[in-house]
């Protein structure tokens, strides 16, 4: 990951839509393909949610987890990135970051 990356720089210069899809699971998302000349940022994100996040079962019930994926809080909201198979992507194919408000236990 590049010295230089800003992560709140990167999280104030994409755009973020909600998940209309998924309204029992409320979130926003961006995808990497909107913003190609910050692919470089995309990259190192991914790579900072992998690195200094928390491994998290989801849906949050472990009885009932499906994926156990890697969130980060930045902030108000706490970020997860996917690619085709979720959690087992390497950083360069994953394709979306996910955020949600953070609600602390």
């Known amino acids: 990951m590049s010295n ?3 992560v709140h720089d990167y999280i104030t210069t994409v755009r973020w839509q909600f998940a209309r899809t998924m ?4 979130h926003e998302y961006t995808i990497k393909a909107w913003r190609l000349d910050l692919t470089a940022g995309f990259e190192a994100f991914c790579r900072l949610i992998t690195d200094r996040g928390a491994v998290e079962p989801w849906p949050p019930s472990p009885e009932r987890a499906v994926y156990h994926n890697s969130y980060l809080v930045v902030g108000d909201w706490k ?3 996917m ?4 959690d087992q992507d390497p950083v360069e194919s994953k394709t979306v970051i996910n955020r949600t408000a953070h609600r602390p236990h």
Do not use: L, R
């Open 23 to 26: 309204p029992q699971w409320p």
């Open 79 to 81: 970020y997860w990135s």
């Open 4 to 6: 230089d990356f800003d």
């Open 83 to 86: 690619g085709p198979h979720w």
